[in-house]
């Protein structure tokens, strides 16, 4: 079993930045895959960013160029950096994982975190 507990969210106006961090209970360093996901209020959660136990990275296209994913293996953290914030990023995030390859399908993650709550003002 993996513990995923994320930290990081608030307010922010637009254009600026935000970052989210996931702990987890355990190792994760070597099989498992990562990932942010994201759910606004009515709309179903979506794939946001990924990286592999190799550290290769996955993004969803409206957030490529703004959010970078990272890992630091010494602390079984993952990170999302959030830069350029829109309005349209707000969301409730959630920190997955799963053995394996990063995949960008929900249901394909075993593990997951409760969510930090992230709000772009306009």
């Known amino acids: 079993q993996v513990q995923l507990v994320e930290s990081g969210g608030g307010l922010v106006q637009a254009g600026g930045s935000l970052r989210l961090s996931c702990a987890a209970s355990?190792?994760?360093?070597?099989?498992?895959?990562m990932a942010w996901f994201r759910q606004a209020p009515g709309k179903e959660r979506s794939f946001v960013a990924a990286?592999?136990?190799?550290?290769?990275?996955y993004y969803t296209d409206s957030v490529k160029g703004r959010f970078t994913i990272s890992r630091d293996n010494t602390k079984n953290t993952v990170y999302l950096q959030m830069d350029s914030l829109k309005p349209e990023d707000t969301a409730n995030y959630y920190c997955?994982?799963?053995?394996?390859?990063?995949?960008?399908?929900?249901?394909?993650?075993?593990?997951w975190g409760q969510g930090t709550q992230v709000t772009v003002s306009s």
């Open positions: 355990r190792r994760t360093t070597s099989s498992y895959a």
């Open positions: 990286i592999s136990s190799h550290s290769s990275t």
């Open positions: 997955a994982a799963r053995v394996g390859s990063a995949v960008l399908i929900t249901t394909l993650y075993n593990y």
